[in-house]
């Protein structure tokens, strides 16, 4: 089956930190991966993706490469920010008939400080 | 692009009550998901629809649950005879089928407490 892992939390940073939250994998065929975000009291918002072995996807700063040898996909940031606290979520889905459903990981809670 | 809707955002129920949500998804998404989440959870896959078609269930969707999407526009999930353990944030998801890695696009939840 299909299952993602992620790096516990919570994570808590000082602003301008380097950030990791480590994400690896198992799927039946080919996978596209994803990164959600939900910040407080709002819901989960797409982040970034990619969709094939060595793509990296990008936004707001934050960037994950998708590693299929490893099967990864770590998300990072050179320099969080306050408004970057939220619960990130790394997801993937296998586009199979019948089997269309995003498998999400657990979470992992991220707080900055000032 | 008004987004996901789901009513109401909060319910309080008495266990063994019926409870029924609402999702309405983006007007040209033909794909409609229910997710549920817990405390510290990620969401749980419960079903999906393509347009009016119930395409996939998970085995967490107890005969219990049932989800409905007449005009494959919005949708209906029941909850018949509340438990306590119901108690989560259920999700709605719509996305357009093209090409690899649609996103997900959330509505912002419906939170159920049973007492």
């Known amino acids: 089956g299909n299952s993602v892992t992620q790096m516990e939390g919570p994570v808590t940073l000082s602003e301008e930190a380097f950030l990791t939250i480590n994400c690896t994998y198992t799927?039946?065929?080919?996978?596209?991966l994803f990164w959600y975000v939900q910040y407080p009291g709002e819901g989960l918002q797409l982040l970034l993706k990619?969709?094939?072995?060595?793509d990296k996807g990008s936004n707001k700063g934050f960037e994950a490469t998708y590693r299929k040898e490893t099967t990864s996909f770590h998300l990072e940031k050179g320099s969080v920010q306050v408004s970057d606290s939220a619960v990130y979520f790394c997801a993937l889905h296998v586009s199979n008939f019948g089997n269309e459903k995003l498998t999400f990981g657990t979470g992992t809670r991220l707080t900055i400080i000032p | 692009d008004t987004g996901v809707s789901q009513d109401p955002r909060h319910k309080i129920t008495k266990r063994g009550q019926n409870v029924t949500f609402r999702c309405d998804p983006i007007s040209e998404h033909n794909r409609l998901y229910w997710y549920r989440q817990t405390l510290g959870q990620g969401p749980e896959f419960l079903t999906y629809?393509?347009?009016?078609?119930?395409?996939?269930k998970s085995r967490l969707l107890s005969d219990r649950f049932s989800a409905e999407r007449p005009k494959g526009s919005f949708s209906t999930l029941e909850i018949q005879r509340t438990e306590q353990g119901d108690s989560a944030m259920y999700l709605c998801?719509?996305?357009?089928?093209?090409?690899?890695?649609?996103?997900?696009?959330f509505g912002n939840g419906t939170r159920l407490t049973v007492t």
């Open positions: 799927a039946t065929g080919y996978p596209s």
């Open positions: 629809f393509q347009n009016e078609a119930q395409l996939e």
């Open positions: 998801a719509s996305s357009a089928s093209q090409g690899l890695g649609s996103p997900l696009h």
């Open positions: 990619a969709t094939k072995a060595d």
